[in-house]
Each structure stands twice: as C-alpha cells, then as structure tokens.
C-alpha cells in the first residue's frame, strides 16, 4: 500500500518559516505529480501548490505564491514545501498527496498522508 | 478563481436510505471533478474523479454524474462507515488553481 508521511510541522511565529516533508514509499515516486492540500482547523481544503515528476513545473495557490516553494527530491522519495513569511492564516493541517502520471490527471489525489499540523502564532 | 458551492451544508440520513450530495461551479469545468470523503481525524480518501469514474476499492453505492457546473454524488444506501463530511474538487484550469467545495456533513438521522 502506497504510503506518505509528513513531518516538519509545529508552532512558529507569525513571520517565521517551518519546512515540511513528505517522505513517500511503496510506489514509484518519480513518475507522479505531486501536491500539498492544506485544512484549517474546522474547515474546508484549500490546494496549496503541486510538482512535475523532474521538479520542472511548480504551481501554487496565489495566497502563498512568494512565500512558499515546493520541491523534490527523487532519490530520497520525498517531497518538501518550505514556507517562510509564515502568517496566522496559514495555520493549518498540511497534507502531502499524490497526483497522477500526467498533467491531466495530476488534478485528482488518490493517496494523502495523515498531515502534519502547523501552528503559525505569537 | 472558480467558486465550488455544495448543497446542502449538512444532510440528515437514515441508514439504509439514498443521499443525494450537490456541487456547482461558478464556470464550467467540463468533468474534470474530483468527490473526496473524510472523517474526523483523517485525511481525505478519493472516491470519485473525471465527475463519474469510481476510484479504486470505492464501493459501487457510490456513484458520481454532471458536467459543466452541475455535479452530483449519490450514496445509494447509507452504510454505517458513510457518514463523513464530503467535499466536491474541480481541477479544470491549467496551470492549477484548483479549488473545493466548503463540505457537506452526512450525519445519522
């Protein structure tokens, strides 16, 4: 079974930067788009920002772009999102998932890992 | 920024009965949308993409339909393990900005 586990997340102050990581198993990593979703506590998901297979193309949301950057490393199957200029609207539960093989299929996830929350206050 | 609006906010159903879940978009987005489940303290869990395609492993009272701006996801007959909150993804626009719905909540009636 496919697994994602993220780690990197706690408390930091507003302004602060936090680095995520995702550390992805039992699958081929390197042939999938990849994405963080992130969850405010008590609401709905909000798509944070995805990757190309290579790390070539990268998106993101435009509350974060500037601020946040996602990247990849293949050998060490894992996926990163360092955030810095942390605000209190970025407290949230963020989760690593999977998309697909190809460009029109990376707008779906099919695996998530169990997310790792960040707190963002002073 | 396409708008994802689902209906309604919270469906009360008994065991055994149909629910029926809605999702509009503010502009078309073809089929390109994605039904998710969660429940408390979980991630989500992908049920339906390409507006009607089951994912893998995802029971077949489980069925997705619409396209454009009206979508749809209908849970035949409520089991136990269904009432979750449901939330509805559009991922038509390139590059991404892809967006959710606010979640329905289905609860036990």
Do not use: H
């Not at chain 1, 102050?13 to 992805?24: E, H, K, T, V, W």
């Not at chain 1, 290579?54 to 990849?72: L, N, Q």
């Amino acid at each position: 079974e496919v697994q994602l586990v993220e780690s990197g997340g706690g408390l930091v102050q507003p302004g602060g930067s936090l680095r995520l990581s995702c550390a992805a198993s039992r699958f081929t990593f390197s042939s999938y788009w990849m994405s963080w979703v992130r969850q405010a506590p008590g609401k709905g998901l909000e798509w944070v920002a995805n990757i190309k297979q290579d790390g070539s193309e990268k998106y993101y949301v435009d509350s974060v772009k500037g601020r946040f950057t996602i990247s990849r490393d293949n050998a060490k199957n894992s996926l990163y999102l360092q955030m810095n200029s942390l605000r209190a609207e970025d407290t949230a539960v963020y989760y690593c998932a999977r998309g697909g093989l190809t460009a029109a299929s990376s707008g779906w996830f099919d695996y998530w890992g169990q997310g790792t929350l960040v707190t963002v206050s002073s | 920024e396409i708008v994802m609006t689902q209906s309604p906010a919270t469906l009360s159903v008994s065991p055994g009965e149909r629910a029926t879940l809605s999702c509009r978009a503010s502009q078309s987005v073809s089929s390109n949308l994605a039904w998710y489940q969660q429940k408390p303290g979980q991630a989500p869990r992908l049920l339906i993409y390409g507006a009607s395609t089951r994912a893998t492993g995802i029971p077949a009272r489980f069925s997705g339909s619409g396209s454009g701006t009206e979508f749809t996801l209908t849970i035949s007959s409520l089991q136990s393990e269904d009432f979750a909150v449901y939330y509805c993804q559009q991922y038509n626009n390139w590059p991404p900005n892809w967006t959710f719905g606010q979640g329905t909540k289905v609860e036990i009636k």
